[in-house]
């Protein structure tokens, strides 16, 4: 084999140590590709290939960790672990604006904190099938359980850019409204309530969103959003405007 290339599998990235070993690269040429940097170890006994992270924007970064996860531990229906939190929230497409490279995973019954090793968040829930969907084949909370975990979790700003964008993607904002007058009392449910009494499914962007939010903050009149104008220069749509 040529030392100074990765290997080629035909269609994947992303490998288990035991696929390199079949592939015929014991563990002293892996860890020599790894330093070449030809591979990327991701998590433990799982790579990918170089030229496939490196290229990648931070979001598809994050999905390809979750990737990892699931490539690496052979996530299945049956295995009882369903991405959730921050990680669902990337599977969907959602803008997360706050870093979290963690992989974050629900299962039915609690678990020591570590056990699933130091990248991962291990959350405990009962998932009815209802709030499970598969995306690229791994199994996740579904869009309105994903914004409600988010919102229970995490700051007011970043609850408002999930609502927002979960609203742009068809999120059913009644739905949303009965989950939330169902957890009175819940820790962070005031997060949830007051993003979505905030929330405009005409946001296009996080940027918009926390122009909107301080905007509010400051008191200001709120403007129309996404107003299509007529000038010499042909017809333009503008993200905020005020009536004259």
Not at 85 to 100: C, N, P, Q
Not at 118 to 123: E, W
Not at 180 to 207: F, H, I, Q, W, Y
Request: aromatic residues 4%; proline residues 3%; hydrophobic residues 40%.
């Amino acid at each position: 084999m040529d030392g100074n290339k990765a290997p080629l599998l035909p269609g994947q990235d992303l490998w288990r140590t035991d696929e390199l070993h079949q592939a015929g690269y014991n563990d002293r040429r892996i860890a020599g590709l790894v330093r070449q940097g030809n591979l990327v170890r991701l998590r433990r006994g799982c790579y990918i290939r170089a030229t496939a992270w490196q290229t990648q924007k931070t979001g598809v970064r994050s999905r390809q960790l979750i990737a990892a996860h699931a490539h690496g531990t052979l996530t299945t229906s049956s295995g009882g672990l369903v991405y959730s939190h921050a990680s669902a929230a990337r599977l969907h497409g959602l803008f997360v604006w706050v870093e979290d490279h963690r992989v974050h995973l629900t299962q039915g019954t609690p678990v020591s904190a570590g056990s699933h090793g130091r990248d991962v968040v291990a959350h405990a829930a009962n998932l009815r099938p209802a709030d499970i969907v598969f995306i690229d084949g791994m199994p996740c909370t579904s869009l309105l359980r994903t914004v409600v975990d988010c919102c229970l979790t995490m700051g007011f700003r970043q609850s408002l850019i999930l609502v927002d964008h979960a609203l742009r993607k068809g999120l059913d904002a009644g739905r949303l409204g009965q989950v939330c007058a169902s957890m009175a009392g819940r820790n962070g449910v005031r997060t949830l309530r007051k993003a979505l009494e905030c929330a405009d499914a005409r946001s296009e962007s996080p940027g918009e969103t926390l122009s909107r939010e301080l905007l509010q903050r400051l008191c200001l009149e709120m403007p129309e959003l996404q107003v299509e104008v007529d000038s010499p220069e042909g017809r333009h749509r503008l993200d905020f405007a005020w009536a004259g």
